[in-house]
């Protein structure tokens, strides 16, 4: 009888060590901080890159998630990571962003930028400003200083002068290639997304490749934050503004989900509210954020025939770097890991 | 034995009955069109308000519902209807947008305005237009010709000029009431909301009352739309663009969750990403139309100490009219049915 009490007892214990595995929380290490970067998404083929331009932009993209990773290992804010990844991407003349701005219609650079913060919800943005170096530097300004959110044309820049943000000539933001495709565009009278590529059955739209570049990250307090900054769509008129600044659309964070940064044909990013889009399916609908940045680029999209794509980090340090397009310039770095840096599909 | 079997017989059918009648789908008879529209949220008190003005202001919003029913009676769509409607309240100097819009800190009028179709999810938006006499006009020509969303600045209205749409002198929107209300502005520097009702804490708002107009439509076709229609803030400057013209934030329409129109204190509204919040909490968490304004408006903002409101129609012809300050210019009519039209909560 001894004996049978015993081992009731013992069944009884495994039986409540049971329960009390399977119900007590998991037990998550802190993730490690992470940043992730995009330079556009489009038709990049290899037969357009040559070794040396291909070597280029994976250097500048390799460059663009190491400053922001050696924020982060500092134990920096995942607001001051984004910003300072941005600033890269924008310095760089390869992509279509602060330096590297594609021309308008009226041969002018009209930059478009926006930021936001997962723990607080804050967030800056600016439209249409031209002359400003770093716009992202300005849509943190705005988001810190202006008691607004978003500040749009040349009294946007009135507010960047106010805080002493460097303001560059017209001559700081001539390329000659860009200057080519303008005049490309203007021949045909057409708003060209980035660089050539094949022909476009759209409207508007020449070619496929989306020039803007971005970041999110997670930092060590495991607060979240996106930031993107772009020239827009090559000989655009009509102050024309895309998804980029809108917050929202092709920039959201938002700890209780993820942080998102879009590239790609901004009006149907707009009207698909794609960043927060993401955010939703995860928090509503209790998607992974692979599952979720899947569903709205992959299928909701495409379905659109919307070409471009996203990068996105969650509070558990999970990334996901997910284009419809043939590729996305893209790159993460997890601190005290190797940085990931690819531009094709494969 | 006979017995037996047609009594099981008849069990057996009155099971199948069960079943038929527990699956069948629900037969919905269709909706009756209706459409909402507010005219601006905030603190508007029964002590400021004269018996004169308030019949003025109840009759403008009533002119509105029934001008967008009398489109909608006649099958016309729901996006025709929120223009029509729209159009009303930006004629009419009571309301600050179109004609009524209040002062930028330079002295001009510089509106905002957004329109998006349920059913296509096309949008149209502008920001920061002089002169033009119907901005909601402009943004219906965007989505409709312009090949883009969201177009800002003095090159927006030359897109109005394209299409020859009424430019109004600025002698137009000159209102001696809203010029006082820039004078006092002024003063203290200050960018304030609408009219004068008590101080605020915030740096920025010195009043509480949030100058918007908006309409959301359900269709004979059930199809829904939003519009969105705003002067902003009196004395603003820097080119700030609240939440109205922000497709997701002040205005969204999508077939599959409901039509929402904002007012409210835009910052936040930008923030919080409130017109497809509504539409996400239907579509992925399972709220219905009442729950996910009241979610947003009455919990969500309220923690974020944002005041203001929304209009929402959903598919079933649902309306909701969700305001968390004193007071929201409101009305709605479906058709067929008298209109209803209320200013404050009681």
Not at 122 to 137: D, L, Q, S, T
Not at 306 to 316: E, M, N, P
Request: charged letters at 25%; aromatic letters at 8%; one cysteine or more.
């Amino acid at each position: 009888m001894k004996t049978i009490e015993i081992y009731c007892s013992f069944v009884k214990m495994l039986y409540f060590c049971r329960i009390y595995i399977l119900t007590k929380p998991v037990m998550n290490t802190t993730p490690k901080p992470i940043i992730a970067v995009h330079g556009g998404a489009g038709t990049i083929s290899r037969e357009s890159m040559t070794p040396e331009k291909e070597v280029k932009y994976k250097s500048a993209l390799r460059e663009a998630v190491l400053k922001g990773s050696q924020i982060l290992e500092k134990g920096g804010s995942a607001i001051e990571a984004v910003e300072a990844a941005v600033i890269v991407l924008e310095d760089c003349p390869l992509f279509n962003a602060g330096k590297g701005s594609v021309f308008t219609n009226k041969g002018t650079h009209e930059m478009d930028a926006a930021i936001m913060c997962g723990k607080t919800l804050e967030a800056g943005a600016v439209a249409c400003v031209e002359g400003v170096k770093n716009p992202i530097r300005l849509a943190k300004l705005v988001m810190k200083k202006s008691g607004h959110v978003f500040l749009c044309g040349p009294d946007a820049v009135k507010f960047a002068r106010l805080y002493e943000l460097p303001i560059m000539p017209p001559d700081y933001f001539f390329d000659q290639f860009r200057y080519e495709q303008w005049m490309e565009a203007k021949k045909t009278n057409q708003a060209t997304l980035d660089h050539s590529a094949e022909d476009e059955e759209g409207i508007i739209l020449k070619d496929k490749k989306f020039g803007t570049v971005g970041a999110v990250a997670l930092d060590a307090e495991g607060n979240l934050a996106a930031a993107t900054s772009t020239g827009g769509l090559t000989n655009k008129k009509f102050g024309r503004i895309g998804d980029s600044p809108i917050i929202g659309a092709g920039t959201y964070a938002n700890n209780a989900s993820c942080a998102v940064s879009c590239t790609g044909y901004g009006e149907f990013f707009i009207r698909a509210v794609v960043a927060h889009d993401i955010a939703c399916l995860m928090e509503y609908a209790g998607m992974s954020l692979k599952e979720a940045a899947s569903k709205v680029v992959l299928d909701k999209l495409v379905k659109m025939n919307a070409s471009g794509g996203v990068i996105a980090v969650d509070k558990y340090g999970n990334v996901d770097l997910c284009f419809n397009s043939e590729g996305m310039y893209r790159a993460y770095k997890r601190v005290g890991e190797k940085e990931f840096v690819a531009i094709y599909r494969d």
